[in-house]
């Protein structure tokens, strides 16, 4: 049986099966077994070792969307990085801040926002 603890790792080159975490699909099993591990109250380190290509469509679907669900203070509790570049970390940062952004708007700016990029 798993502890509260316990450290799950997963590592995004066995995850994604190559050097490239880039897909929408990668990036969503990567956000449900995080938020598996999250809901059991488990620790969660990200291996990017080996990774050699990271897009922000991959990390908003892995890393963004869990701000739909947790707060800042949940995941910084729960997730820890390891194996980032400085440019994969700056972008990282940039996904987090955006994803903040956006799940504190109202519904209605949020489909004041959709309205405009769909025109």
């Given at each position: ?27 969503q099993l990567l956000f449900q ?87």
């Open positions: 049986m798993k502890t509260m603890n316990e450290l799950i790792k997963i590592n995004i080159f066995e995850l994604t099966g190559g050097k490239s975490a880039i897909s929408i699909e990668d990036g077994r995080i938020d598996k591990a999250i809901q059991s109250q488990l620790n969660i380190e990200l291996d990017f070792s080996n990774i050699e290509i990271i897009t922000s469509t991959f990390l908003n679907s892995a890393i963004g969307n869990l701000y739909s669900k947790y707060s800042s203070d949940e995941l910084k509790k729960h997730l820890k990085t390891r194996g980032l570049n400085d440019d994969d970390r700056e972008l990282l940062i940039q996904v987090i801040e955006n994803a903040k952004k956006y799940f504190a708007l109202t519904e209605e700016q949020k489909e004041q926002i959709h309205s405009v990029l769909e025109e």
